[in-house]
């Protein structure tokens, strides 16, 4: 678009570069580095957001905006004509309760960034372009498992992560990973095991390992050297099974994943999209990849990535609607798009 700028690009990010360079005409920024220095960063024409769904979504009530807010409207007080652009592939958030990013399918106290989607891709669009590999996936529910779940509150519309933490580390959730994994899974080159916390993930590729089958687990409070070190494994391929629970969500590319197993149990989409996404990336020898669904996320959510059910809360005060986006195809061969209830088959 202007590669007249491609050698006048400075970086705001303390774990790339101690060098803060704020003078260029474009600048590449974490949004942790960037806050810091926003009393010396000048007026800006364009934002680009990347990862838009983990932008906050403003309500008339915040007091207290996060990072992105504050370098938003910063950046809004020293140029009132700014633009600001998002780039996402789940334009949700990820909370189970927030509904969209944009428009008016969320909390109705709710004042979007966003309007409204500009330009978008399909999934279907992708595969037919042979962009992305496809999904291929089963479910395999433990018997004790809806039980188990039904023990299991909510906090703010997501599973209360202690609660849900105990129940996935109980020696038969953690077995079903190993499990399910030998019985599809075993002449597979690359296993991504999504899991509910640290612990978990740690007992998953214990459990791994004590089957003969080599894995370890990439979480936050591992030392650097360690995640370094796990991660060169993972691109390498030097084990064949590799467990976390946020680390290898969004953003996270390695072509060669083959299979992803949910033992994740969740309420936001945006958080289900991300982590089945991990396998769709391209990769010579690489067919498909196989989905593994432990905790019933392709029932609650769905299996057709451009049609996902997302929980829209309510105007009212008797719960949430779960909408999903009609797919269905118009006659002059566009997209209908329409916002309608989750249970409708047709719009």
Known sequence: VAPELADDIGIVCASVSHEKQVDCRVTVASRQSLTNMLNQFPPVQLIICDEAHLLATPHHDDLTPDQYGRIIA???????????????????????????????RNRVDAVPY???????????????????????GLASINENYAEDLAHVNLVAGEYNLGQISDMMCKPVHVQSCVDAWLKYAGDRKKTLVFCSSIEHAERVALAFNEHGISACAIHSKMSRIEEKAAMECLRQGTMAVFTSVAKL?????????????????????????????????????????LVIDLTGCTTDFGTDMDNLRVAVPSSGEDGEAPMKICPGENEDNSICKKSVHASLLYC
């Not at 020293?78 to 008016?104: D, F, M």
């Open 74 to 104: 910063t950046l809004q007080k020293y140029n009132e004509h700014v633009r600001l652009l998002g780039c996402t592939a789940s334009p949700y958030r990820l909370g189970s309760k927030g509904g969209y990013i944009y428009g008016n």
């Open 249 to 289: 969500t969004t953003g996270m590319d390695i072509s060669d994943i083959d299979t992803i197993i949910m033992a994740r149990p969740t309420k936001s989409t945006a958080l289900y999209q991300q982590c089945i996404g991990r396998g769709q990336r391209l990769a010579e020898g690489k067919s498909n990849c």
């Open 114 to 136: 966003f309007d409204e989607v500009d330009a978008e891709i399909t999934t279907r669009e992708l595969l037919a372009g042979g962009y992305i590999s496809p999904l291929t």
